[in-house]
Protein backbone atom coordinates (compact mmCIF):
# COMPACT_ATOMS: atom_id res chain seq x y z
CA UNK A 1 0.00 0.00 0.00
CA UNK A 2 1.91 3.23 -1.27
CA UNK A 3 2.10 5.93 1.26
CA UNK A 4 2.04 8.14 -1.39
CA UNK A 5 -0.90 7.48 -3.24
CA UNK A 6 -2.77 8.54 0.72
CA UNK A 7 -0.56 11.44 1.18
CA UNK A 8 -2.06 13.22 -2.05
CA UNK A 9 -5.54 12.92 -0.50
CA UNK A 10 -5.26 14.22 2.53
CA UNK A 11 -7.09 16.35 3.90
CA UNK A 12 -7.11 16.46 7.54
CA UNK A 13 -3.58 17.14 8.46
CA UNK A 14 -2.51 16.56 12.19
CA UNK A 15 -0.11 18.81 13.45
CA UNK A 16 3.55 16.98 13.44
CA UNK A 17 4.08 14.70 16.55
CA UNK A 18 0.91 13.89 17.02
CA UNK A 19 -0.12 11.38 19.27
CA UNK A 20 -1.68 8.30 17.43
CA UNK A 21 -2.75 5.36 19.86
CA UNK A 22 -5.23 3.95 22.15
CA UNK A 23 -5.90 3.03 25.84
CA UNK A 24 -6.97 0.42 27.61
CA UNK A 25 -6.11 -0.02 31.48
CA UNK A 26 -4.54 -2.96 33.62
CA UNK A 27 -7.37 -4.72 34.79
CA UNK A 28 -9.26 -4.87 32.18
CA UNK A 29 -6.35 -6.41 29.74
CA UNK A 30 -3.92 -8.53 32.27
CA UNK A 31 -5.58 -11.50 33.15
CA UNK A 32 -3.23 -13.28 35.58
CA UNK A 33 -5.55 -11.76 38.40
CA UNK A 34 -4.54 -13.80 41.13
CA UNK A 35 -0.43 -15.26 40.26
CA UNK A 36 2.72 -13.38 40.73
CA UNK A 37 1.77 -12.42 44.32
CA UNK A 38 -1.21 -9.97 42.96
CA UNK A 39 -4.32 -9.98 45.69
CA UNK A 40 -7.92 -8.74 44.74
CA UNK A 41 -9.49 -5.72 44.42
CA UNK A 42 -13.00 -4.78 44.44
CA UNK A 43 -13.54 -6.56 40.87
CA UNK A 44 -12.04 -9.74 42.13
CA UNK A 45 -14.34 -9.66 44.84
CA UNK A 46 -17.42 -8.33 43.88
CA UNK A 47 -17.59 -11.46 41.25
CA UNK A 48 -16.43 -13.63 44.20
CA UNK A 49 -19.63 -12.83 46.07
CA UNK A 50 -21.64 -11.86 42.54
CA UNK A 51 -20.76 -13.83 39.37
CA UNK A 52 -24.06 -12.87 38.16
CA UNK A 53 -24.14 -8.90 37.93
CA UNK A 54 -21.61 -9.26 35.02
CA UNK A 55 -22.50 -9.99 31.41
CA UNK A 56 -22.72 -13.59 30.74
CA UNK A 57 -21.41 -14.35 34.97
CA UNK A 58 -17.80 -13.79 32.74
CA UNK A 59 -15.31 -11.94 35.58
CA UNK A 60 -12.41 -10.32 35.69
CA UNK A 61 -9.66 -12.98 36.05
CA UNK A 62 -8.43 -13.67 32.86
CA UNK A 63 -8.80 -10.86 30.81
CA UNK A 64 -7.29 -10.92 27.49
CA UNK A 65 -4.06 -12.32 28.74
CA UNK A 66 -1.60 -9.14 27.81
CA UNK A 67 0.25 -10.19 30.96
CA UNK A 68 1.55 -13.32 29.18
CA UNK A 69 1.30 -11.84 25.65
CA UNK A 70 2.20 -8.38 25.99
CA UNK A 71 5.07 -8.86 23.56
CA UNK A 72 2.92 -10.09 20.42
CA UNK A 73 0.36 -7.17 21.53
CA UNK A 74 3.16 -4.57 21.14
CA UNK A 75 4.10 -5.93 17.55
CA UNK A 76 0.40 -5.30 16.84
CA UNK A 77 -0.01 -2.39 18.10
CA UNK A 78 2.64 -1.22 15.56
CA UNK A 79 0.99 -3.14 13.02
CA UNK A 80 -2.11 -0.70 13.45
CA UNK A 81 0.10 2.54 13.68
CA UNK A 82 0.44 3.19 17.74
CA UNK A 83 3.38 5.79 18.75
CA UNK A 84 1.78 5.95 22.20
CA UNK A 85 -0.24 3.65 24.29
CA UNK A 86 -2.22 4.09 27.57
CA UNK A 87 -2.61 1.53 29.85
CA UNK A 88 -2.68 1.77 33.83
CA UNK A 89 -0.79 -0.38 36.57
CA UNK A 90 -2.95 -2.08 38.80
CA UNK A 91 -2.27 -0.99 42.57
CA UNK A 92 -3.30 -4.36 43.75
CA UNK A 93 -0.57 -6.27 41.66
CA UNK A 94 2.70 -3.45 42.41
CA UNK A 95 1.40 -3.24 46.50
CA UNK A 96 -0.64 -6.22 46.93
CA UNK A 97 -1.50 -5.17 50.42
CA UNK A 98 -2.43 -1.87 49.68
CA UNK A 99 0.55 -0.19 51.67
CA UNK A 100 3.49 -1.93 52.54
CA UNK A 101 5.62 -4.59 50.72
CA UNK A 102 6.37 -4.13 47.02
CA UNK A 103 5.54 -7.00 44.71
CA UNK A 104 9.03 -7.20 42.31
CA UNK A 105 7.31 -9.84 39.99
CA UNK A 106 4.52 -6.91 39.34
CA UNK A 107 8.01 -4.48 39.40
CA UNK A 108 9.44 -6.82 36.55
CA UNK A 109 6.07 -7.19 34.94
CA UNK A 110 5.76 -3.59 34.31
CA UNK A 111 9.59 -2.85 33.40
CA UNK A 112 9.01 -5.21 30.77
CA UNK A 113 5.91 -3.57 29.23
CA UNK A 114 7.84 -0.40 29.42
CA UNK A 115 10.53 -1.05 27.78
CA UNK A 116 9.09 -3.90 25.15
CA UNK A 117 7.11 -0.47 23.84
CA UNK A 118 10.04 2.02 24.02
CA UNK A 119 12.01 -0.39 22.00
CA UNK A 120 8.70 -0.43 19.47
CA UNK A 121 9.03 3.27 19.19
CA UNK A 122 5.61 3.43 21.49
CA UNK A 123 5.34 5.91 24.34
CA UNK A 124 4.00 4.56 27.57
CA UNK A 125 1.46 6.93 28.70
CA UNK A 126 0.76 5.21 32.27
CA UNK A 127 -2.42 5.87 34.43
CA UNK A 128 -2.62 4.78 38.20
CA UNK A 129 -5.98 3.98 38.76
CA UNK A 130 -8.83 2.74 36.52
CA UNK A 131 -11.59 2.15 38.77
CA UNK A 132 -9.40 -0.60 40.63
CA UNK A 133 -9.52 -0.06 44.19
CA UNK A 134 -7.65 -3.11 46.31
CA UNK A 135 -10.30 -5.01 48.27
CA UNK A 136 -7.57 -4.41 51.53
CA UNK A 137 -7.98 -0.71 50.78
CA UNK A 138 -11.90 -1.22 50.34
CA UNK A 139 -12.51 -2.57 53.69
CA UNK A 140 -10.61 0.11 55.30
CA UNK A 141 -13.23 2.52 53.76
CA UNK A 142 -11.91 3.14 50.20
CA UNK A 143 -12.23 6.71 49.03
CA UNK A 144 -13.85 7.50 51.93
CA UNK A 145 -10.69 7.20 54.31
CA UNK A 146 -7.77 9.05 54.38
CA UNK A 147 -5.94 6.44 55.26
CA UNK A 148 -6.68 4.84 51.84
CA UNK A 149 -5.71 8.66 50.50
CA UNK A 150 -2.26 8.29 52.20
CA UNK A 151 -1.59 5.11 50.85
CA UNK A 152 -2.44 5.85 47.30
CA UNK A 153 -0.31 8.69 47.56
CA UNK A 154 2.55 6.47 48.69
CA UNK A 155 1.87 4.05 45.84
CA UNK A 156 2.26 7.05 42.81
CA UNK A 157 5.19 7.99 44.80
CA UNK A 158 6.60 4.03 44.13
CA UNK A 159 5.45 4.03 40.39
CA UNK A 160 6.94 7.00 39.68
CA UNK A 161 10.57 6.19 41.31
CA UNK A 162 10.12 2.71 39.72
CA UNK A 163 9.48 3.27 36.26
CA UNK A 164 9.88 7.70 36.03
CA UNK A 165 13.21 7.62 34.42
CA UNK A 166 11.55 5.80 31.45
CA UNK A 167 7.89 7.09 31.64
CA UNK A 168 7.46 10.61 30.49
CA UNK A 169 3.62 10.88 30.45
CA UNK A 170 1.49 10.01 34.07
CA UNK A 171 -1.56 10.20 35.07
CA UNK A 172 -3.59 9.79 38.19
CA UNK A 173 -6.84 8.43 37.82
CA UNK A 174 -8.93 7.32 34.89
CA UNK A 175 -13.12 9.09 34.98
CA UNK A 176 -12.46 8.94 39.18
CA UNK A 177 -16.29 10.31 38.54
CA UNK A 178 -17.15 6.88 37.44
CA UNK A 179 -16.27 5.41 40.66
CA UNK A 180 -18.39 8.48 42.32
CA UNK A 181 -21.64 7.93 40.19
CA UNK A 182 -21.33 4.09 40.17
CA UNK A 183 -20.02 3.14 43.69
CA UNK A 184 -21.82 5.72 45.55
CA UNK A 185 -25.05 6.80 43.69
CA UNK A 186 -26.22 4.55 40.94
CA UNK A 187 -25.64 1.14 42.46
CA UNK A 188 -23.93 -0.20 39.44
CA UNK A 189 -20.64 -0.95 40.74
CA UNK A 190 -19.54 -2.51 44.45
CA UNK A 191 -19.86 -1.65 46.96
CA UNK A 192 -23.29 -0.41 45.72
CA UNK A 193 -24.05 2.69 48.22
CA UNK A 194 -26.63 4.82 47.46
CA UNK A 195 -25.50 8.04 48.98
CA UNK A 196 -25.01 11.39 47.84
CA UNK A 197 -22.81 12.81 50.71
CA UNK A 198 -20.65 9.96 50.73
CA UNK A 199 -20.32 10.24 47.20
CA UNK A 200 -19.19 13.99 47.75
CA UNK A 201 -17.05 12.54 50.48
CA UNK A 202 -15.55 10.12 47.78
CA UNK A 203 -15.30 12.63 45.31
CA UNK A 204 -13.42 15.19 47.06
CA UNK A 205 -10.95 12.86 48.87
CA UNK A 206 -9.98 11.40 45.20
CA UNK A 207 -9.26 14.74 44.10
CA UNK A 208 -6.75 15.41 47.07
CA UNK A 209 -5.15 12.29 46.26
CA UNK A 210 -4.90 13.64 42.66
CA UNK A 211 -2.98 16.70 44.15
CA UNK A 212 -1.01 15.25 46.67
CA UNK A 213 0.23 12.67 43.74
CA UNK A 214 0.63 15.62 41.42
CA UNK A 215 2.55 17.40 44.35
CA UNK A 216 4.93 14.34 45.04
CA UNK A 217 5.89 14.00 41.37
CA UNK A 218 7.00 17.48 41.05
CA UNK A 219 9.18 16.99 43.84
CA UNK A 220 10.63 14.25 42.25
CA UNK A 221 11.75 16.44 39.80
CA UNK A 222 11.59 13.87 36.69
CA UNK A 223 11.12 14.59 33.33
CA UNK A 224 7.76 14.59 32.12
CA UNK A 225 4.30 15.98 32.13
CA UNK A 226 1.67 14.69 34.62
CA UNK A 227 -2.47 15.13 34.58
CA UNK A 228 -5.88 13.13 35.19
CA UNK A 229 -8.25 11.85 32.30
CA UNK A 230 -11.84 13.47 32.73
CA UNK A 231 -14.67 11.64 31.00
CA UNK A 232 -16.31 15.17 29.72
CA UNK A 233 -19.95 14.81 28.90
CA UNK A 234 -20.99 18.25 27.96
CA UNK A 235 -24.75 18.73 28.75
CA UNK A 236 -26.66 20.47 26.54
CA UNK A 237 -30.09 21.97 27.01
CA UNK A 238 -33.20 20.87 25.37
CA UNK A 239 -34.37 24.85 24.66
CA UNK A 240 -33.01 28.45 24.63
CA UNK A 241 -35.63 28.43 27.68
CA UNK A 242 -33.63 29.60 30.66
CA UNK A 243 -35.09 27.31 32.74
CA UNK A 244 -33.38 24.48 30.72
CA UNK A 245 -30.34 26.62 30.25
CA UNK A 246 -29.89 26.64 33.85
CA UNK A 247 -30.64 22.56 33.89
CA UNK A 248 -27.93 22.34 31.61
CA UNK A 249 -25.49 24.20 33.80
CA UNK A 250 -26.20 22.39 36.71
CA UNK A 251 -25.76 19.05 35.66
CA UNK A 252 -22.67 20.47 34.22
CA UNK A 253 -21.53 21.57 37.42
CA UNK A 254 -21.89 18.08 38.64
CA UNK A 255 -20.46 15.73 36.07
CA UNK A 256 -17.58 17.88 34.35
CA UNK A 257 -17.13 20.84 36.22
CA UNK A 258 -16.70 19.05 39.72
CA UNK A 259 -13.86 17.50 38.70
CA UNK A 260 -11.89 19.89 35.60
CA UNK A 261 -12.21 22.56 37.65
CA UNK A 262 -10.32 22.03 40.67
CA UNK A 263 -7.54 20.15 38.85
CA UNK A 264 -7.22 22.96 36.34
CA UNK A 265 -8.04 26.15 38.17
CA UNK A 266 -7.45 24.86 41.61
CA UNK A 267 -10.78 25.71 43.21
CA UNK A 268 -14.61 23.98 42.96
CA UNK A 269 -17.06 26.15 41.34
CA UNK A 270 -18.38 27.85 43.33
CA UNK A 271 -21.88 27.75 42.27
CA UNK A 272 -21.73 23.70 42.90
CA UNK A 273 -20.39 24.39 46.70
CA UNK A 274 -23.55 26.87 46.92
CA UNK A 275 -25.89 24.12 45.84
CA UNK A 276 -24.43 21.56 47.92
CA UNK A 277 -23.53 24.07 51.00
CA UNK A 278 -27.88 24.94 50.75
CA UNK A 279 -28.22 21.26 51.33
CA UNK A 280 -26.07 20.89 53.69
CA UNK A 281 -24.20 17.92 51.52
CA UNK A 282 -20.57 19.45 51.31
CA UNK A 283 -18.47 16.82 52.34
CA UNK A 284 -15.44 17.04 55.10
CA UNK A 285 -12.64 19.42 53.78
CA UNK A 286 -9.79 18.56 56.50
CA UNK A 287 -6.62 21.44 57.12
CA UNK A 288 -4.66 21.97 54.11
CA UNK A 289 -6.93 20.17 51.14
CA UNK A 290 -8.34 23.32 49.42
CA UNK A 291 -4.39 24.59 49.16
CA UNK A 292 -3.20 21.32 48.22
CA UNK A 293 -5.86 21.34 45.59
CA UNK A 294 -5.17 24.48 44.25
CA UNK A 295 -0.86 24.19 44.44
CA UNK A 296 -0.75 21.08 42.09
CA UNK A 297 -2.66 21.97 38.59
CA UNK A 298 -1.87 19.52 36.11
CA UNK A 299 0.36 19.69 33.14
CA UNK A 300 -1.76 17.74 30.70
CA UNK A 301 -5.24 16.89 30.76
CA UNK A 302 -6.92 13.67 28.91
CA UNK A 303 -10.79 14.11 27.34
CA UNK A 304 -12.92 10.85 27.07
CA UNK A 305 -15.60 11.68 24.96
CA UNK A 306 -18.24 8.89 23.83
CA UNK A 307 -21.40 10.86 24.07
CA UNK A 308 -23.31 14.33 25.25
CA UNK A 309 -26.01 14.47 28.67
CA UNK A 310 -28.89 15.95 27.62
CA UNK A 311 -31.65 17.97 30.14
CA UNK A 312 -34.18 19.99 29.82
CA UNK A 313 -35.93 22.00 33.75
CA UNK A 314 -37.48 19.48 36.56
CA UNK A 315 -40.79 18.62 35.17
CA UNK A 316 -42.28 17.44 38.30
CA UNK A 317 -41.43 18.56 42.06
CA UNK A 318 -39.56 15.94 43.97
CA UNK A 319 -41.04 14.30 46.73
CA UNK A 320 -39.46 16.70 50.52
CA UNK A 321 -38.77 13.10 52.25
CA UNK A 322 -36.64 11.73 48.78
CA UNK A 323 -32.93 11.85 49.63
CA UNK A 324 -30.82 14.16 47.45
CA UNK A 325 -29.57 13.39 44.07
CA UNK A 326 -28.44 15.41 41.03
CA UNK A 327 -31.31 14.46 39.26
CA UNK A 328 -33.42 16.46 41.00
CA UNK A 329 -32.41 19.58 39.49
CA UNK A 330 -32.91 18.48 36.03
CA UNK A 331 -34.96 15.57 34.01
CA UNK A 332 -32.96 13.82 31.50
CA UNK A 333 -34.45 14.87 27.80
CA UNK A 334 -33.89 12.38 24.60
CA UNK A 335 -33.70 14.89 21.63
CA UNK A 336 -35.73 13.59 19.00
CA UNK A 337 -33.86 12.47 15.55
CA UNK A 338 -30.48 11.98 17.85
CA UNK A 339 -28.10 9.44 16.18
CA UNK A 340 -27.29 6.18 17.72
CA UNK A 341 -25.14 3.76 17.52
CA UNK A 342 -27.55 0.98 17.47
CA UNK A 343 -25.32 -1.94 18.25
CA UNK A 344 -24.24 0.28 21.94
CA UNK A 345 -27.49 2.33 22.29
CA UNK A 346 -25.10 5.67 23.23
CA UNK A 347 -25.81 9.07 21.03
CA UNK A 348 -23.29 9.65 19.00
CA UNK A 349 -22.93 13.57 18.40
CA UNK A 350 -19.44 14.25 16.97
CA UNK A 351 -18.95 18.22 16.98
CA UNK A 352 -19.40 17.62 20.89
CA UNK A 353 -15.72 16.75 20.71
CA UNK A 354 -15.23 19.88 18.88
CA UNK A 355 -17.14 22.07 21.95
CA UNK A 356 -15.14 20.43 24.49
CA UNK A 357 -12.03 21.67 22.60
CA UNK A 358 -13.59 25.26 22.65
CA UNK A 359 -14.72 25.35 25.95
CA UNK A 360 -11.06 24.37 27.26
CA UNK A 361 -9.52 26.83 24.93
CA UNK A 362 -11.71 29.75 25.73
CA UNK A 363 -12.69 29.07 29.37
CA UNK A 364 -9.66 26.82 30.49
CA UNK A 365 -6.53 28.62 29.76
CA UNK A 366 -6.06 26.53 26.39
CA UNK A 367 -4.75 24.02 28.23
CA UNK A 368 -2.58 21.06 26.78
CA UNK A 369 -5.53 18.27 26.09
CA UNK A 370 -5.25 14.89 23.98
CA UNK A 371 -8.46 12.70 23.19
CA UNK A 372 -7.46 9.95 25.49
CA UNK A 373 -10.74 8.35 25.04
CA UNK A 374 -13.17 7.82 22.19
CA UNK A 375 -14.81 4.53 20.79
CA UNK A 376 -17.20 2.54 19.27
CA UNK A 377 -18.96 -0.23 21.34
CA UNK A 378 -20.43 -2.88 19.42
CA UNK A 379 -22.45 -5.89 20.77
CA UNK A 380 -22.13 -9.41 18.78
CA UNK A 381 -19.84 -8.32 16.61
CA UNK A 382 -18.72 -11.80 15.55
CA UNK A 383 -21.59 -11.01 12.79
CA UNK A 384 -19.40 -8.46 10.80
CA UNK A 385 -16.62 -11.25 9.97
CA UNK A 386 -15.67 -11.14 6.31
CA UNK A 387 -14.85 -14.25 4.18
CA UNK A 388 -10.98 -13.41 5.00
CA UNK A 389 -11.93 -14.13 8.82
CA UNK A 390 -11.27 -10.61 9.40
CA UNK A 391 -14.31 -8.02 10.98
CA UNK A 392 -15.04 -5.38 8.91
CA UNK A 393 -15.77 -2.77 11.04
CA UNK A 394 -16.39 0.58 8.33
CA UNK A 395 -18.64 1.82 11.16
CA UNK A 396 -16.09 2.19 13.45
CA UNK A 397 -13.43 3.68 10.83
CA UNK A 398 -16.62 6.09 9.78
CA UNK A 399 -17.63 7.20 13.85
CA UNK A 400 -13.50 7.89 14.16
CA UNK A 401 -12.97 9.85 10.76
CA UNK A 402 -16.40 11.57 11.90
CA UNK A 403 -15.15 12.79 15.31
CA UNK A 404 -11.77 13.41 13.67
CA UNK A 405 -12.55 16.44 11.55
CA UNK A 406 -14.13 18.15 14.09
CA UNK A 407 -10.67 17.42 16.26
CA UNK A 408 -8.49 18.76 13.09
CA UNK A 409 -11.49 21.65 12.82
CA UNK A 410 -10.63 22.18 16.66
CA UNK A 411 -7.17 22.25 15.98
CA UNK A 412 -7.24 24.51 12.78
CA UNK A 413 -9.20 27.36 15.64
CA UNK A 414 -6.41 27.08 18.08
CA UNK A 415 -7.25 24.35 21.00
CA UNK A 416 -4.14 23.19 21.94
CA UNK A 417 -4.87 19.61 21.40
CA UNK A 418 -1.68 17.07 21.19
CA UNK A 419 -3.26 13.69 20.20
CA UNK A 420 -5.79 11.21 19.90
CA UNK A 421 -6.72 7.93 21.56
CA UNK A 422 -9.17 5.50 20.31
CA UNK A 423 -10.60 3.50 23.37
CA UNK A 424 -9.05 0.69 22.68
CA UNK A 425 -6.39 -1.80 21.08
CA UNK A 426 -7.89 -5.16 21.45
CA UNK A 427 -11.58 -6.01 22.80
CA UNK A 428 -11.25 -6.20 26.70
CA UNK A 429 -13.33 -7.12 29.51
CA UNK A 430 -15.22 -4.01 30.51
CA UNK A 431 -16.45 -4.52 34.06
CA UNK A 432 -20.37 -5.18 34.33
CA UNK A 433 -20.54 -5.27 30.77
CA UNK A 434 -18.09 -8.05 30.58
CA UNK A 435 -16.82 -8.76 26.80
CA UNK A 436 -20.10 -7.65 25.87
CA UNK A 437 -19.43 -4.44 23.69
CA UNK A 438 -16.13 -4.80 22.05
CA UNK A 439 -14.43 -1.30 21.19
CA UNK A 440 -10.84 -2.97 19.60
CA UNK A 441 -8.82 -1.94 16.43
CA UNK A 442 -7.93 -5.95 17.21
CA UNK A 443 -10.65 -8.71 17.61
CA UNK A 444 -10.12 -10.89 20.29
CA UNK A 445 -11.86 -14.50 19.85
CA UNK A 446 -12.76 -15.64 23.08
CA UNK A 447 -13.83 -19.05 22.18
CA UNK A 448 -10.20 -19.54 20.35
CA UNK A 449 -8.00 -19.10 23.00
CA UNK A 450 -8.05 -15.32 22.81
CA UNK A 451 -6.40 -14.96 19.83
CA UNK A 452 -6.18 -11.57 17.98
CA UNK A 453 -6.88 -10.37 14.59
CA UNK A 454 -6.46 -7.43 13.61
CA UNK A 455 -9.98 -5.23 11.99
CA UNK A 456 -10.40 -3.44 9.05
CA UNK A 457 -10.04 -0.37 11.18
CA UNK A 458 -7.02 -1.50 12.45
CA UNK A 459 -5.39 -1.62 9.15
CA UNK A 460 -7.37 1.45 8.73
CA UNK A 461 -5.88 3.12 11.52
CA UNK A 462 -2.00 2.43 10.81
CA UNK A 463 -2.77 4.47 7.80
CA UNK A 464 -4.18 7.16 9.38
CA UNK A 465 -1.29 7.69 11.66
CA UNK A 466 1.49 7.07 8.84
CA UNK A 467 0.04 9.86 6.87
CA UNK A 468 -0.91 12.10 9.95
CA UNK A 469 -4.01 12.15 8.52
CA UNK A 470 -6.64 11.55 6.24
C1 LIG B 1 -14.90 4.02 29.37
C2 LIG B 1 -14.04 3.41 30.45
O1 LIG B 1 -15.61 5.11 29.87
O2 LIG B 1 -15.86 3.15 28.80
C3 LIG B 1 -13.59 1.99 30.07
O3 LIG B 1 -12.89 4.21 30.73
C4 LIG B 1 -14.76 1.17 29.55
O4 LIG B 1 -12.97 1.38 31.18
C5 LIG B 1 -15.37 1.91 28.35
O5 LIG B 1 -14.37 -0.12 29.21
C6 LIG B 1 -16.49 1.13 27.62
O6 LIG B 1 -17.57 0.83 28.44
P1 LIG B 1 -18.72 -0.22 28.03
O7 LIG B 1 -19.66 -0.20 29.19
O8 LIG B 1 -19.38 0.26 26.77
O9 LIG B 1 -18.07 -1.55 27.82
Known amino acids: MGKA ?130 MCMQEKGGWESREVVDAYVNYAQNCFRLFGDRVKYWFTFNEPIVPVEAGYLYNWHYPNIVDFRRGAQVAHNTIVAHARAVGAFKKLNLEGKIGIILNLTPSYPKSENSEDVKAAQISDLFFNRSFLDPVTKGEYPADLVKILKERDLLPTVEAGDLEVIKDNLIDLLGVNYYQPRRVKAKSEPVPEDAAFMPEHLFDPYIMPGRKINPHRGWEICEEVIYDIMIDLRDHYDNIPFFISENGMGVEGEEKFHNQEGFIEDDYRIDFVREHLKWVHKGIQEGANCLGYHIWTFMDNW ?41
Open 5 to 134: RFEQNIQHQFPDNFWWGSAASGPQTEGAALIDGRKPSIWDYWYSIEPGCFHNGVGPENTSGFYHRFKQDIQLMKETGHNSFRTSIQWSRLIPDGTGEINVKAVAFYNQVIDELLANDIEPFINLYHFDMP
Open 430 to 470: SWTNSYKNRYGLVEVDLKNDLNRTIKKSGRWYKRLAENNGF
